[in-house]
DNA sequence: GACACCAGTCAACACCCTGTCGAGTGGAAT
DNA sequence: ATTCCACTCGACAGGGTGTTGACTGGTGTC
């Protein structure tokens, strides 16, 4: 697996070879296939030879941009949560200045951003089932999250707005699982779900009440 | 598809024949060997050729029983619901006397039944992405749950004990996802996850925090 | 007892998809 | 002019799915 052809550039991103020049154009065009077919058809209804001829090579060639279809997708997705971890950004610090703000502005950055590119997201959600790299990658971002607000609920306990209660990293994982299960029903719309218009303010009012017991928490 | 051999007995459960009485046994076996394949293998891992094998037969003839390999995986998920559905059973009906302990018991009871099929239930969650079937089934089953909590959480709001706030619906949904995501990861045991021994009590405190703003609501 | 019927069975086939191998090809570097 | 290598693809091997058509053996019928 991953023969590394080429010793040229820095780190090998995902298996992906790091070709030099002619060769970013196919990957590029590989990459833009595979989103625009997501838009009108599920993964695992794709082929490889589907996004080989989307981008104007053979399949055996797709192998040399990809070692898999699945591999094209972890590019996407990392893309995705590159994109989100950056509107995240420092939506938790300063949380004391006015804390439903806060909260509510780092949710709606998520689901923006989630929201952008659902066709990804609801693809990876499918295939993490089947493939551990997805799952591993997918693992390690939850990690992140959760971990920032596993931080961010301790402060708040900390300087007595929050009371006590579960271990917070417990807090954070049930509240991100909570929030990536709802997105996922939202987006997907089949089953019981959420309106998107209202999905935002439904999520931020049980993180509030999970963390402060109110849904207007108090400022400084 | 479902060519209904046997116009013999009543509904035609899930696409699987409506076999007499030889056939049963094989039926079982396969759905057995399903279930204990399950336990060592991932189901895209297990093919058709291994179910029939296990059970005794050849490839061909599996498909007298079931049309498909996914209808094996939604004849367990049925009895794994059912179960789900009894054991829940009358854990709403008297909420007031002792909210806590009732909702407590709603809880565990579900993560009981399970834990005690998390083969398949992961096994199905995986499913999911890529079986229209078994997404229309979860969201069937879903969406009884959710009506269930929707008025639970009206009683009480009308009883006084829960104030008002989110429409009842979409807390019901978000609750019950949560649930869903969270037990996923404890059981599939991959990312961050509550530890099993925790979780009951975990969702417990988000979902009395979120439809009572406490942890102790009041009984009658 | 011969016959028809039918649930149940499977070898063989057609098909699709994945991944690999080996033989090219053309442009840049020596 | 030659070498080298990124890049390309025809052809193959392998494995999975779903279908067809022929066969078997037990049961009920006349």
């Known amino acids: 697996m991953t023969p590394a052809r080429t010793p040229t550039g820095a780190a090998p991103t995902r298996g992906r070879r790091p ?23 599920p993964f695992g209804d794709i ?3 589907d996004l080989a001829r989307g981008a104007g090579i053979s399949r055996p060639t797709f192998y040399f941009y990809f070692p898999s279809k699945d591999a094209v997708l ?27 703000a806060r909260w509510r ?4 950055r998520f689901h ?3 929201g952008g590119h659902r066709d990804v997201v609801l693809a990876c959600a499918q295939v993490r089932g089947t493939n551990a790299e997805v799952r591993r990658l997918w693992a390690e971002v939850l990690e992140r999250w ?10 708040e306990r900390a300087r007595g707005a929050a009371p006590d209660g579960l271990p917070a990293r417990d807090l954070a994982i ?6 990536e299960r709802v997105w996922y029903a939202t987006f997907a719309g089949d089953g019981p779900a959420v309106a ?5 303010d439904v999520l931020l009012d049980v993180w509030l009440t999970a963390i402060y017991r109110t849904t207007t928490p108090p400022s400084l």
Do not use: Y
């Not at 590019?75 to 439903?100: F, I, K, S, W, Y």
């Open 196 to 200: 998107e218009r209202d999905v935002v």
């Open 112 to 114: 923006a951003t989630f």
């Open 146 to 155: 959760v971990r920032a607000v596993e931080a961010a609920i301790e402060g």
């Open 19 to 41: 070709g030099r020049s002619t060769g970013d154009d196919r990957e590029v065009a590989i990459l833009a296939t595979a989103e625009r077919l997501l838009r009108e058809r």
């Open 174 to 179: 049930a509240l991100n699982s909570m929030n």
């Open 74 to 100: 972890l590019t996407l997705l990392d893309r995705v949560t590159e994109e989100a971890n950056a509107a995240a950004g420092d939506a938790l610090v300063r949380l004391a200045e006015d804390p439903r």
């Open 47 to 49: 082929s490889i030879d």
């Open 105 to 108: 502005e780092l949710i709606a």
